[in-house]
């Protein structure tokens, strides 16, 4: 097997985990939210968790995950070059990793300049994972190409 070809779906995976692990905190970050909010929920959440701590996390998790697609991405087009002789093969679920790429990025650009917070960074990433997921299992289910579940 391609080295590169390890290496990208070891960095993919990864990403994935990431990813899911955004998404989570995502959630439970709405759900505190939504709790405190109607005072049902102590300051501290259910687990010691304070709405700052979880949306930590979330920022780790997406900036972790945007690291680990980044060398994904780069580690498939060498894979893709040694295995094609380019770097590009116009793969459905290239464009698609690429265009979640691009929102990944626009979200960890945002967090990064402390300009978004809270609630909306957090149904940008629930949002952001949904796209993730459709150009993972979707895109392989819908359309030809070398990622092709069917």
């Given at each position: 097997m391609n080295p590169f070809l390890k290496i990208h779906i070891l960095f993919s995976s990864?990403?994935?985990?990431?990813?899911?692990?955004?998404?989570?905190?995502?959630?439970?970050?709405?759900?505190?939210?939504?709790?405190?909010?109607?005072k049902h929920l102590?300051?501290?959440?259910?687990?010691?968790?304070?709405?700052?701590s979880v949306d930590q996390f979330n920022a780790r998790s997406l900036a972790v995950g945007?690291?680990?697609?980044?060398l994904g991405i780069l580690s498939g087009i060498l894979a893709t070059h040694q295995r094609f002789g380019k770097l590009f093969v116009g793969d459905p679920s290239e464009v698609w990793t690429i265009t979640s790429w691009l929102i990944y990025a626009a979200i960890v650009a945002v967090?990064?300049?402390?300009?978004?917070?809270?609630?909306?960074?957090m149904l940008l990433a629930i949002?952001?994972?949904?796209?993730?997921?459709?150009?993972?299992?979707?895109?392989?289910s819908f359309f030809k190409g070398i990622h092709s579940l069917f």
């Amino acid at each position: 097997m391609n080295p590169f070809l390890k290496i990208h779906i070891l960095f993919s995976s990864l990403s994935y985990l990431a990813f899911v692990l955004a998404f989570v905190s995502g959630g439970v970050f709405l759900w505190m939210e939504s709790r405190l909010k109607r005072k049902h929920l102590p300051p501290m959440g259910p687990f010691g968790w304070s709405l700052e701590s979880v949306d930590q996390f979330n920022a780790r998790s997406l900036a972790v995950g945007f690291i680990l697609l980044t060398l994904g991405i780069l580690s498939g087009i060498l894979a893709t070059h040694q295995r094609f002789g380019k770097l590009f093969v116009g793969d459905p679920s290239e464009v698609w990793t690429i265009t979640s790429w691009l929102i990944y990025a626009a979200i960890v650009a945002v967090r990064g300049t402390c300009t978004l917070r809270g609630r909306k960074v957090m149904l940008l990433a629930i949002l952001a994972f949904g796209m993730f997921v459709f150009t993972l299992i979707g895109v392989g289910s819908f359309f030809k190409g070398i990622h092709s579940l069917f």
